[in-house]
């Protein structure tokens, strides 16, 4: 669990603004990290086949780094190993795809109960930051930018409930739904706007009830966007791949 533990750590955290220039994919930990910041930017699509020799490639590492960064992927469901060392990025069905919102909506409103009771004024400060980053990425239309920010916010606030496991339970339920939400929502993606603030709102007055039901809306907006039943997003792999070695600057 230590690795996803990190992972979630990491991808909470990071805000891109150089980051990711010190971290580029030089350890399996770091090539993880990367793959999953394209999941979360949109970046890489369901269904893209990975083989350790692109991998190895794109980030200029051993077959065994790739291969280590591969497994720890497989191994939280995001990859689907495949023959001849490669991997295809997970393809959530419909039914996957419910059992993840029903997975989060067994653990997302407990964790905002606890967060109610808990969270400092430095948590709450650190929510408002968050926020604001999101509310930039849509004004400025930065898709990428916002569907990650959006994901995030559920993993800050696992992070507030200070809870390593919930925290990497949650990093793993949310790397999946950003893929499911590929697969079965055509419109808008990232979560839909306003429902984030009205649950920091409802924290900030210490309404756990009101919470809990804020983040079951939440989950439910989700829940009704993913309604399609196999949508085929458009993206470019080369620009990924380049992205993914870091030739492209972030935000
Ligand atoms: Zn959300």
Not at 169 to 191: K, N, R, S, Y
Not at 196 to 205: F, G, L
Not at 234 to 250: N, S, V, Y
């Amino acid at each position: 669990m230590n690795h996803l533990r990190g992972h979630a750590e990491a991808a909470a955290t990071e805000d891109g603004l150089g980051h990711f220039k010190r971290l580029r994919g030089r350890t399996a930990d770091e090539i993880t990290r990367r793959l999953i910041r394209a999941i979360f930017e949109h970046r890489l699509p369901p269904s893209t086949r990975i083989t350790e020799d692109k991998l190895s490639r794109t980030f200029g590492v051993s077959r065994t780094l790739a291969r280590q960064a591969t497994s720890q992927l497989c191994e939280m469901g995001v990859f689907v190993k495949k023959p001849n060392h490669s991997c295809i990025v997970a393809h959530p069905s419909r039914e996957e795809a419910q059992a993840l919102i029903d997975a989060r909506r067994m653990i997302e409103p407990e964790l905002i109960r606890q967060i109610v009771r808990s969270a400092s004024k430095a948590d709450l400060q650190l929510l408002d930051e968050h926020l604001a980053l999101e509310q930039g990425a849509r004004l400025n239309g930065d898709r990428s930018r916002l569907i990650r920010l959006t994901g995030e916010f559920h993993l800050k606030l696992a992070q507030l409930a200070r809870n390593p496991y919930l925290a990497s339970f949650v990093m793993q339920l949310q790397v999946l739904t950003c893929l499911a939400i590929l697969v079965h929502t055509d419109g808008e993606a990232g979560c839909p706007r306003d429902d984030h603030e009205d649950i920091v709102e409802k924290i900030r007055q210490r309404d756990a009830d009101g919470a809990v039901l804020q983040m079951l809306k939440h989950l439910q907006h989700i829940e009704l966007d993913l309604h399609q039943n196999d949508v085929h997003p458009d993206r470019q792999l080369e620009e990924t791949f380049r992205w993914l070695a870091g030739e492209t600057e972030l935000d």
